[in-house]
């Protein structure tokens, strides 16, 4: 069988569904990243590196201010929803909306923009949607973290080709309670451990989730039980109870702040973290980022969920989510996004990194 191809002359939507087709499953992206490899060497702006099967090509023009646009080429597993198929403004398929639409985009525009207002570092990477350990945005950041050097950044994350600044951070503990065992016809004899837990519940039934404004946008956190274990056998009193709880916190606050709550909220009990990630503030005041926002002319949105642009916020690099589809589809089986989004998406990127700069150079002209 002959390797997948990409024309990236084609229109955005059709480039879309060329990707969709490439099957990339978290871990079997070679074919896919080969494809995006092929296009993006054929063009003389480009300075193309990979590192596994994560492309990052770079415009080298010497702006003041560089951009990053990154997308993962990496989806959920098959559920029975390839190949892709255009229905009545409709394209659906597996990675259709989580994030083949978004790739398409940078992608088209990484070939079609030899001159952009900025310099750009377009970054297609793999395994986003497993362990971080597999993530090739993450391993960027360990092994050439200079190529993710930028003033701003964009991760082309569905977001109903909107603007969600930032992200929430996340982080996940067990909440323990001890007891001493016991036959359950002489209960007294020992302590039960889940009847414990009820304390902690009742704490966070009582919890009033804080909320923090942060560059206009308003973020609003979550605190709630996901998890509860215990228990030893029909007629044993049990000594132990896990609560394990979630905590979705504002991106104002470090992981370190983050810990630093949960073992207050939860004084008297032994706490364990399991799980965390950091934030990442939207940072909409940079220069960059309030022209692209200007660009977008929409609402600007927080994002309540955890994405990449974390990693980018870790690297001191404001990041904002901004691609088309709607995140609630992600890794359905009926995942599919609007056309009109796809295209929407690419009207503005192009736009933004074509139209005149303060300095009054725009996409097209020669630098000195």
Not at 72 to 78: A, G, K
Not at 144 to 158: C, G, N, S, T, V
Not at 341 to 357: A, F, G, K
Request: proline share 6%; with cysteine; hydrophobic share 40%.
């Amino acid at each position: 069988m002959s390797a997948p191809k990409l024309d990236p002359s084609t229109d955005v939507v059709e480039l879309t569904r060329q990707l969709v087709d490439i099957e990339s499953v978290s871990r079997n992206e070679q074919q896919i990243a080969d494809a995006v490899e092929e296009v993006l060497r054929g063009h003389e702006h480009l300075e193309v590196i990979r590192r596994g099967h994560t492309i990052v090509a770079r415009t080298n023009q010497g702006h003041a201010e560089r951009v990053v646009i990154a997308g993962h080429l990496d989806t959920v597993p098959l559920n029975d929803n390839l190949p892709a198929r255009l229905v009545d403004g409709l394209l659906w398929g597996l990675g259709s909306c989580d994030m083949k639409g978004g790739v398409a985009v940078a992608l088209k525009l990484a070939v079609e923009l030899p001159t952009p207002n900025r310099d750009v570092t377009w970054v297609f990477y793999e395994a986003e949607e497993i362990e971080a350990r597999f993530n090739g945005l993450n391993l960027l950041t360990q092994s050439d973290p200079h190529l993710l050097a930028a003033d701003f950044a964009i991760l082309m994350e569905p977001s109903n080709a909107g603007v969600e600044a930032g992200c929430q951070g996340t982080m996940r503990v067990e909440v323990r309670t001890a007891g001493e065992r016991a036959h359950s016809a002489r209960s007294w004899m020992g302590h039960n451990a889940i009847h414990d837990a009820g304390e902690i519940l009742a704490r966070l039934n009582a919890h009033q989730p804080r909320q923090v404004e942060i560059d206009t946008l308003t973020y609003r956190e979550g605190l709630n039980a996901v998890f509860i274990s215990g228990g030893v056998a029909g007629n044993v009193i049990p000594d132990e109870c896990v609560v394990t709880v979630n905590y979705r916190f504002a991106p104002d606050r470090t992981e370190a702040d983050a810990e630093a709550f949960l073992r207050e909220f939860f004084t008297g009990y032994d706490v364990r973290i399991t799980d965390s990630a950091p934030g990442a503030l939207p940072g909409l005041a940079i220069p960059a980022a309030a022209a692209f926002v200007e660009r977008v002319d929409g609402p600007v949105n927080p994002k309540f969920g955890w994405t990449d642009v974390a990693r980018f916020s870790a690297l001191d690099i404001p990041a904002v989510n901004f691609g088309p589809g709607d995140p609630i589809l992600a890794h359905k089986q009926d995942e599919h996004v609007p056309v009109e989004q796809i295209i929407r998406c690419e009207q503005v990127l192009r736009s933004w990194l074509s139209e005149s700069t303060p300095s009054g150079r725009s996409e097209g002209e020669e630098l000195s």
